[in-house]
């Protein structure tokens, strides 16, 4: 079974500053990892995933994140955020060739303060 | 825009009663999942229908049920409900064969359901 861990459940930070969300998570097997951004009243979009190859994926609005097998963590960043991305980020994870369905942690509300 | 549409957006039952929650999702996207996000939590897999068959499903008890269209619609059914049913229900839908995990999975806004 996989479990995933939002390290931090809420994350202020003021406009233009760097941020670093942290996901760490647990699996027997090789998994997808995954993060999603939900804002206030919406579904889940997908940020960005990891799948195989280069351990530093980009994805869209300007957030990264890296791929640390070692350390069973994918943490996400952003080196200046904005106000529009106040919202909730979900990290998740799925088993490769396993069961379909996606793990996710419990979120982290990030808050940009002008 | 994700292509992924889902109604009612809101929902009130009382316990005991049934509900049917409802997904149309993109022209191709032959996989669909459901997901029960409750207040403050992340979201927790139900089952997931792939060319109008169950292949797999969460920890949830068999009064959660659902079906898978030809049209890309699904249905999630969920019969004698809880206080503790009420949560966020989201669909996701993918294009691509069982077991095409990397690609992606396209969420709805969901459905919020109030059990009173």
């Known amino acids: 079974a996989q479990s995933v861990t939002q390290l931090d459940s809420q994350v202020p930070v003021f406009e233009e500053a760097p941020v670093e969300l942290r996901c760490n998570y647990s699996?027997?097997?090789?998994?997808?990892l995954f993060w999603y951004v939900q804002y206030p009243n919406q579904g889940l979009q997908l940020l960005l995933k990891?799948?195989?190859?280069?351990?530093l994926v980009k994805g869209i609005n300007g957030f990264e994140a890296e791929f640390n097998k070692s350390q069973t963590s994918f943490h996400l960043r952003k080196p200046s955020v904005h106000i529009s991305d106040t919202a909730e980020y979900f990290c998740a994870v799925t088993a490769q060739g396993g069961s379909e369905k996606l793990v996710f942690g419990k979120g982290t509300k990030l808050t940009v303060n002008p | 825009e994700t292509g992924v549409t889902q109604s009612p957006t809101h929902l009130i039952k009382t316990r005991g009663q049934q509900v049917t929650l409802r997904c149309s999702s993109q022209?191709?996207?032959?996989?669909v999942s459901w997901y029960q996000q409750a207040l403050g939590q992340g979201p927790q897999f139900i089952f997931q229908y792939y060319r109008e068959e169950e292949n797999g499903r969460g920890n949830f008890p068999p009064r959660f049920s659902g079906l898978q269209f030809p049209n890309y619609s699904s249905e999630l059914n969920v019969n004698a409900l809880e206080l503790d049913d009420s949560a966020l229900y989201l669909c996701?839908?993918?294009?691509?064969?069982?077991?095409?995990?990397?690609?992606?999975?396209?969420f709805g806004p969901g459905t919020r359901l109030l059990v009173l």
């Open positions: 996701a839908s993918r294009r691509g064969t069982s077991g095409s995990q990397q690609e992606t999975q396209y």
């Open positions: 990891y799948l195989s190859g280069s351990t």
């Open positions: 022209s191709g996207h032959n996989t």
């Open positions: 699996s027997s097997v090789s998994v997808y």
